[in-house]
């Protein structure tokens, strides 16, 4: 049946209107990144007359002060480590414990899961002083061992139900013939296994990359003030009592976001496979 000419109207309205959406969306989440890059660029008193406007000249002495006078370069080798580090253990431990907690089928298993979920909706700030008041009596503050370890323990719950998820989707078949051929359980999941969770695997370490990276209160808390400092830590220096390094704040904000934006973008073909297969499994 042919559209009419009020019909046809109305569709394109309703296709401009929704392009307007997506652009008013797209420039209200650009603009705060836009801002930020600019004003890296400019001096303190350029920035003190107008947050948004242009630079007079692209002023490079706030990346040179960065990069010389503030240990940055420790600071985001540090932070590199770390979240490597973290990112590495959390999908090795969460993996195990995501694929055995959904072969494993009880009333047990099903209690763990439970455990782990329910931690998902208790704020931090309810068990914070007891971690803390925990770490220390473990020798774990001021050690970027115990960092790693408490960011490990903090953000397991989520991959863990992300594993078992997928692994409830991926079919017995090739384990059983696994297991036939003679491999070990330890075996068949680090050669069979683990390999086919590439997609889940890759959503995994982005989101534990992504909050491990930025993350400042846990650091602070456990870590404190010892050196070389996380990303996050090595910023607040230029928050004073009475006087704000708006233009370094700025220029440690753009260097800080572009490793993980690597990482993003190498990592964004797996996880958009991810989500196709769950759909085709769906």
Known sequence: MMKTAGESKRQGWRQAGLYALVWLLAILFFAPIVIVVLNSFKTKPE?????????????????????????????????????AATTTLTVVVSSLAGYALARWKSKFSSGIMLVFMTTLFVPFQVYMVALIVIARQLSLTGSPVGLILIYIALGMPVPIFLYRSYTATMSKEIEEAAAIDGCSRIQMFFRVVFPLMKPITAT???????????????????????????????????????????????????????????????????????????????
């Open 47 to 83: 920035i003190m007359v107008s947050t948004i406007g242009l630079p007079a000249k692209l002023n490079f002495d706030n990346y040179i002060t960065i990069f010389t006078n503030n240990d940055f370069l420790s600071s985001l080798w540090f932070s590199l480590v770390v979240v």
């Open 204 to 282: 995994v370490a982005v989101l534990n990359a992504l909050w491990a990276w930025g993350e400042f209160l846990v650091a602070f808390l456990v870590y404190g003030n010892h050196k070389p400092m996380t990303i996050p830590l090595s910023q607040q220096y230029f928050y004073g009592s009475y006087n704000q390094q708006w233009n370094l704040i700025m220029a440690g904000f753009v260097i800080s976001t572009i490793p993980i934006i690597i990482f993003y973008i190498l990592m964004q073909k797996h996880i958009v496979k991810g989500i196709a297969a769950g759909a085709v499994k769906g």
